[in-house]
């Protein structure tokens, strides 16, 4: 599996970009520099900072500060870079305190800057309409999104490959009672489950209540597709020959489905979980745009994602469909991927 996998360029790639998006969810308060929440309502829809890398012919990374003005017709202020004001970064600097893997307390950030607050003089990629930074609320949304995603496709893993395998193995009644809760749940229109699911969730929930409840939702619908591969699969080998032949030697029947039947058809488990992990994604993405997953001020990519609904703050500040790129490039990877492990997993392929 592993040199066939090797062979598979646009796998390799898809895995690089994987592992790299989930050392993102492990490092995330470390690489922001800013409190995800913290907002300023002076600094709404800042422009993003470019970083300068060299100063005077050595290496000093450093961004222009911000000016501001009173617009004379909005009589907003107004921030424009200042090509005056250099502020030097530095890597490994101090900021805001968290718990470094939930554990391990302490200040130190990726980047920081000399002699002033980063969250008050850093914006990589620009600020939102509440002020608050897009780099390091981006960081927060990806871990909130990535792992929904994981941990919704194990649950429906867990239930798929179960139930499926239940379904196929014992068949009769069990199956017929299995398929046909497959098929209400299938047959429920999408979009006003989703509208049902939303206003259900009681509004006093705290952030994590919501985050368990959308997980567990999407992972309870999620689970029917695997199942019906897996049913088809134990149905078509429970007949085989080597089946019969574990079933004269005594096995047992949880012997005989975990050794002999699943290893069989491992790459369509690999192929169906490596899809359905996009698909979570996109689903709890969609929810959020719409208004009908997590809410502010939980942050994922699709709560960043909703001030790009307004087509006049788009055209005024673009940098607000940032949050689009990594759920593209994370979508396209685990494709990547899991077509790459499909077909190493193959046992008849070549």
């Not at 002699?115 to 390091?136: N, P, Y």
């Not at 239940?166 to 047959?187: C, K, M, N, P, W």
């Not at 488990?269 to 899809?275: D, E, P, R």
């Not at 719409?290 to 307004?310: C, D, I, K, T």
Request: positive net charge.
């Amino acid at each position: 599996m592993r040199w066939r996998f090797r062979r598979h360029k646009l796998a390799i790639v898809g895995s690089i970009v994987v592992i790299f998006f989930y050392t993102v969810v492990l490092f995330a308060d470390f690489l922001a520099y800013a409190p995800p929440t913290e907002s300023e309502a002076q600094r709404s829809l800042l422009a993003p900072q470019g970083i300068h890398w060299v100063d005077h012919g050595r290496i000093d990374p450093y961004v222009y500060g911000f000016t501001g003005r009173r617009d004379p017709l909005t009589l907003k202020r107004v921030y424009t870079l200042d090509p005056t004001k250099k502020i030097s970064l530095r890597i490994f600097a101090h900021g805001f305190p968290y718990r470094l893997f939930g554990l391990i307390p302490t200040d130190r950030h990726l980047i920081g800057v000399v002699g002033a607050r980063t969250e008050d003089t850093l914006f990589v990629l620009g600020t939102d309409e509440q002020g608050r930074d897009l780099w390091s609320r981006l960081m927060y949304a990806t871990r909130t999104s990535l792992i929904i995603g994981l941990a919704g496709v194990t649950i429906a893993l867990f239930l798929g490959v179960l139930l499926g395998g239940i379904s196929g193995f014992y068949g009769g009644g069990v199956d017929t009672a299995i398929q046909r809760v497959i098929e209400i749940l299938r047959s429920i229109p999408t979009i006003p489950l989703w509208l049902g699911l939303a206003a259900a969730l009681p509004n006093d929930w705290t952030i994590g209540q919501v985050y368990f409840a959308i997980t567990l939702i999407i992972s309870l619908i999620g689970w029917t597709e695997l199942a019906r591969v897996v049913r088809g699969r134990f149905l078509s080998l429970r007949e085989e020959e080597f089946v019969m032949a574990a079933e004269l030697a005594g096995s047992s029947q949880v012997r005989i489905i975990l050794s002999h039947m699943v290893p069989s058809f491992l790459s369509h488990i690999i192929a169906a979980t490596t899809l359905a992990l996009p698909a979570m994604i996109v689903s709890e993405t969609s929810l959020s745009f719409l208004g009908l997953g997590l809410r502010p001020p939980a942050v994922s990519w699709g709560v960043l994602l909703q001030q790009a609904q307004n087509v006049q703050a788009l055209a005024i500040s673009p940098w607000l469909l940032i949050p689009a790129i990594p759920v593209i490039t994370v979508i396209l990877a685990f494709n990547f991927t899991g077509d790459g492990l499909r077909d190493a997993a193959d046992p008849y392929g070549h």
